[in-house]
């Protein structure tokens, strides 16, 4: 179950990858690949270091959609594709760094009592 809860974040972080690999991006692409690993690390700074990357992930994803519709609006094309895909992807990574405040996930990643306090 706990995998299923992470897996979110894995495939946000590829999709991204993916995203930043097609401009040439090579440097952030590996970036987020290395953020991999820390996944099996079960300490609370791992819980707040992906919220922060996929908070920054979902806001690019906004990004691009502002400049493709930009883009497609000065052509006289149809966006409306384009605004629910990359708004879906913004928000399935957005929805992935509100997974770790579920109760799975902070105790798998340290943050039960502490937190409460």
Not at 54 to 76: F, Q, S
Not at 106 to 115: L, N, S, V
Request: net charge positive; hydrophobic share 55%; charged share 15%.
């Amino acid at each position: 179950m706990t995998f299923l809860l992470v897996l979110p974040t894995i495939l946000a972080l590829l999709t991204l990858g993916a995203h930043f690999a097609r401009y040439g991006l090579y440097p952030l692409t590996a970036l987020l690949v290395a953020l991999l690993p820390l996944l099996f690390i079960g300490r609370r700074w791992v819980a707040r270091v992906m919220q922060v990357v996929l908070c920054i992930a979902a806001v690019e994803w906004v990004a691009v959609l502002n400049d493709l519709v930009t883009e497609r609006v000065m052509e006289g094309q149809d966006y409306r594709k384009s605004v629910f895909i990359l708004g879906g992807t913004a928000l399935f990574t957005l929805a992935a760094a509100l997974l770790y405040q579920t109760p799975r996930l902070r105790r798998r990643y340290g943050a039960g009592k502490a937190d409460e306090a």
